[in-house]
């Protein structure tokens, strides 16, 4: 692209300093991006740690009551329910485990990332 007098008006500095402004515009929309994902696997975080505590809880009480019912004879079938319910609250425990511990590390990945996008723009 030439100008009307021959001089090409991205040679040179302002060549540089378009790619300069151009590079600075992708970081700010990386940092915005990784931004919003550390953000998610952070509330998805803040929904599955307090989850995984009521399923431990209900799976020890779940348990417990299974044993009071066990000991009477006429509850029996009672408590065989209660014992499916509470292996199925520990196999979700399990799985929250899983969840929250591959989670974590993408959350700190975006977070690294987002604070190296920062300290590259400023």
Known sequence: MELTDGTNPLSGNGYRLQNIVDIQKQLELE???????????????????????VLAVSFMGLNIVSVVFLSTVVAAPAATAIEAVSLGAGFLFIIGGFVSRSLIPRAEKHERIKQLADKNII
């Open 31 to 53: 940092r915005a991006e990784r931004g919003r994902s550390s953000t998610n696997y952070n509330k998805n975080l803040k929904v599955v740690n307090p989850a995984e505590g």
